[in-house]
Each structure stands twice: as C-alpha cells, then as structure tokens.
C-alpha cells in the first residue's frame, strides 16, 4: 500500500488514482497526519502531492522530518518536492518566472525514477517557487531553462522528487516514471484491482461500523446504489435502505431498484411510495427555486419519518464521490441552483456518516458497481437529479405533465441506446416546456404539448455541450414521440451548451 499525503494540491486525487491504475492499493491522508498513523499502516511507499502554500511562509503545511528517515521511499511532487528540499537543507525561493504548462524537461542524469525518459521530454509545469540548490546527499537528475532543479534524488535513502506533474496527461512519461516509483523504487507488485479494493472496504466498513445499525438512502443512481451494495456485502442485515419514491422518477424506474435491491441482493428496503404527497406539495407551484425547496424539504420529512420507525441508527450511508467533495469545498461558488441530493440530511439527526465511495471517481464507481454484480442499467446509468422530473417540466406539475414526459424521456432513451450512443452521451433526456402548439394530424388541427429533447456531453456536469445526434436518431425519437403520444404535436432539439444554458432546465 501506498500513501499520498495530500498537501491540498489540485492533483491531489488524480495521483491516488494514477496509482490505482498502475494496480497498487493507495489511500490519501491529510499532509499533518501523524507519523506514528502514518507508518502503522505500513507503507511500502509515500507521495507528497503538490499544494498551494509556499514552503518558506510561516505556518507552511509541512511533514514530521522523521518520515525521512523511516526507510519507506518518498516521492515529492511539486509543493511536495519543495518541502522535501527544504526540510532536508536545500533551498527554495520564489522563482523570478513561474512555469506554468507545458514545459520542456532535460534529464541530466537519469535515475531509477527517469530513466524511461529521453534526454529532453514534455511536461507539466504549474509552480511560483522553485528549488534553488538541492540538499546534501541529493544529486539533480532534470533541470528546466528556469528550474535548476526540476527533478532530484536521494536514492540511496530512497528520496525522490519532481517539480513537475507526472500526474497529469499533459506530462506524456508521466504514468511511466510514477511506474518506476512504485514498482523499482518500492517494490510494489502491481497486483492491486477492483476486487481488493472491495476486501479492502468490507474490512473498513467493518471495523468502522461493528454491530452498529446502518441506513442508506437510496435513490436508485449508480453512486448511492453501489454505496449500498458494498455496504450490504459488509455488514448484511444490519444494513436498512430507504427509497423515497417521490413520484417524479423515470418510467420502470422504481420496479427497477426495487427488483434489484430486494429481489437479487436481498437487501432490506424499505419503499415508500410517497408521490401523492409530493405533488400535493407541489400543485400550483411554477417557480423553480420553489419547487426544489418543496422537494427538498418533503424528502427529509419522508426520510425522517421513515427512520424514526427503525428505531436507533448509528450510521448514514452515501454513495458521496470524490469530486463531490471537492465541489462542496468551493463555498464562494454562487448558487445557480440548489441542488437537492437524495440523503440530504436533516440537520438534527445524529448519525455518522459512512462514504465508501469518496475516493473513487464516476467510471471507477462503475468498474466497482461491475465486479459487485449490479446490472449494467444501473451501473452505466445517467445522472439523474434529486428533485427528478419536476426540473424538467416548466411551470406547474400535473400527473398528465408527468405521464406525458415519462413517456416522451423513455424514446429518447430507448432510441438512444438503440443507437449505441448511450455510453458515449453523459445525459440524454426529454423536457416538457409546458407551451402548447397548434399541428395538424389526420386532417385535423391539434393544439399539444412541445417534448424538447436534451443531450450534452460532459465530464463533470460543471460545463457541457450539446451533442451532434445524428439526424435520423433524431428523426425517430421525433416521430416516435408524436405516434406514440396523443398529447403531443411538435418535438424540438435544444442545442445550446452550458454556460449559458444549465443542463437542466429549472
Ligand atoms: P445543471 O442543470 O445545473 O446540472 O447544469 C448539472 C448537473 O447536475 C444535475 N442536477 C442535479 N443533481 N440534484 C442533483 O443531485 C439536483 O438538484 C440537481 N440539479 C441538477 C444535472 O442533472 C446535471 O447532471
């Protein structure tokens, strides 16, 4: 196992997951850790990720210098490798250029770490301060024309570092020199895959939990699904999910989880069909921000009420993903929407929170829901939001609005999976405007709905572009939503990105 100590630095997960990728276990603690944690856990390895602090300022984020001397190899990268140098006698200053992108890299005296690397290779570069001389002991093994050392090494002490970022893409060798780190310089075998991780957080969850009693709320998504599979496969019995369907889910959706969960994994699950109330809440109500309150708000109620009758619970499962935590860190980040996430919790309920999830991405969420056994329409699902289909229909929500796009949305997502766009397309989705039209059908005129259909591409959700769906994919979704739906006349195709459209369109 290897440990990433997290000096607060962008990278900082994608090293942990550069490390999974070359299949060593790896976990990422705060830079202040304790040396005793540190080293009863054994590492076989240690990287320093970059950080924002400059190492000479007061106050500077730094490591016990006893993890020098513990024999484990380090790797400091960026911030990392400063601390090191600074730690251990060199000198750091303030650069008089920063380096910032790509960056090219000669290697004065290639070592177990560079020695995949020609003499002169790309990287990525994104530093103010720069290491000036190395400590005693350190040779430099790459230099930059404004870096004079851009890459250094103890190796009879096994130290190591890099100013720039193997991390990253940008830096093309990257992946081999984090390679020769893990597996020359600490021995790791590269025998580290899904599976282990699964041990691996069954023993966690275990030891975190004991006997204690475990809710999940589940919202049928790939992240709080898997969340409770592998919570499941942990503690059994203890584990209690609830499913709050507030009657704006998608068609066959909540036979879907609640086959899956009851059915194959035999997970106990509490369903609460709760839809009538919700749009009891709901009736009348056309503004957005509104809506979302509503629902927000009802589901706590529901869910709290639902727990009230399990008695005593010690914990809340979340099926929370690394990028959402470091999302929710962004506090100036004004608010376009208030996103609801099913499990939202209610403020005065005492639980502790259990989030096996947080340090994997979206598509290693996926390879994990996989090896877990969980179907593949859960696994490869899109993201959905909490407050479901009613961000979807302007103005007010009725049960015919709701019939009207349930259908509509499972065209589209019929036709594009038929397609084989399903995996390539982040979200695919109809909307109901809620505007009427005049048509004509079988000689007579019609005054129906409008369907728009949405599909963008998109890594995080944060920005997004429509997608260029081949025009006879569209043509079908069009002419199957106007034969199959009597309510609706006219089918239009939103092709506006984001910013300045959100996804959504409430
Ligand atoms: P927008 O519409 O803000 O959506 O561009 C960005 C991403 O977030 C999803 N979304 C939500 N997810 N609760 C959620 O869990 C919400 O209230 C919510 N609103 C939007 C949206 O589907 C897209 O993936």
Request: proline residues 5%; aromatic residues 8%.
């Amino acid at each position: 196992m290897v440990i990433v100590l997290d000096f607060g630095g962008q990278y900082s997960q994608l090293i942990a997951r550069r490390i999974r990728e070359l299949k060593v276990f790896c976990e990422m603690l705060p830079y202040n850790t304790p040396l005793e944690q540190i080293s009863a856990k054994n590492p076989r390895g240690i990287v320093f990720s970059g950080g924002p602090s400059s190492v000479y300022q007061e106050n500077a984020p730094a490591v016990d210098p006893g993890i020098y001397s513990l024999g484990v190899p380090v790797l400091g990268i960026c911030y990392g490798m400063q601390l090191m140098a600074r730690q251990l006698g060199g000198e750091v200053s303030r650069a008089v250029q920063r380096e910032y992108g790509r960056i090219e890299l000669n290697t004065v005296e290639p070592d177990d770490l560079l020695c995949c690397l020609e003499s002169l290779e790309q990287c990525w570069m994104s530093h103010g301060d720069r290491v000036d001389s190395a400590p005693p002991g350190f040779k430099i093994t790459a230099r930059t024309d404004l870096a004079p050392v851009a890459a250094m090494s103890d190796p009879a002490r096994k130290l190591y570092a890099v100013q720039f970022h193997p991390e990253v893409v940008h830096t093309p060798k990257g992946q081999d020199i984090l390679r020769q780190f893990l597996y020359t310089v600490c021995g790791c075998g590269g025998t580290w895959d899904m599976g282990s991780f699964i041990d691996h957080s069954m023993a966690e969850i275990r030891n975190k939990v004991g006997e204690g009693k475990v809710l999940c709320a589940l919202s049928g998504g790939v992240d709080s699904s898997v969340a409770a599979v592998l919570v499941h496969r942990a503690v059994g019995d203890n584990l209690t999910c609830v499913f709050v369907n507030h009657g704006l889910l998608r068609k066959g959706e909540a036979e879907q989880v609640l086959t899956t969960f009851r059915e194959q994994f035999k997970i106990k699950l509490i369903y609460v069909d709760a839809s009538r109330r919700f749009l009891d809440k709901l009736a009348g109500v056309t503004d957005p921000e509104r809506k979302r309150k509503i629902i927000g708000e009802e589901f706590i109620r529901v869910f709290e009420e639902e727990s009230a009758k399990l008695g005593q619970i010690d914990y809340l499962v979340q099926g929370t993903l690394y990028p959402d935590v470091v999302e929710s860190g962004t506090a100036t980040a004004a608010v376009i929407k208030s996103h609801h996430n099913v499990g939202g919790l209610p403020k005065d309920m005492k639980f502790e929170l259990v989030e096996p999830l947080c340090w994997l991405f979206k598509d290693e969420v996926r390879v994990l829901g996989s090896e877990l056994g969980l179907p593949e329409e859960i696994v490869w699902r899109q993201p959905f939001p909490g407050p479901g289909l009613a961000v979807r229909i302007i103005g007010e929500i009725t049960g015919e609005k709701l019939r009207v796009l349930r259908e509509a949305d499972a065209v589209v997502t019929g036709e594009i999976a038929a397609a084989g766009l399903d995996r390539e397309i982040w979200q695919y989705f109809a909307v109901l405007p809620g505007l009427r039209s005049v048509g004509v059908m079988g000689d007579e005129r019609t005054y129906a709905y409008t369907i728009a259909v949405r599909a963008v591409h998109s890594h995080d959700g944060m920005t997004a572009d429509w997608v260029r769906i081949p025009y006879d994919v569209l043509g079908k979704i069009s002419n199957r939503i106007v034969n199959e739906i009597k309510e609706v006349n006219r089918v239009v195709y939103d092709i506006t990105s984001k910013p300045p459209s959100t996804i959504e369109w409430e």
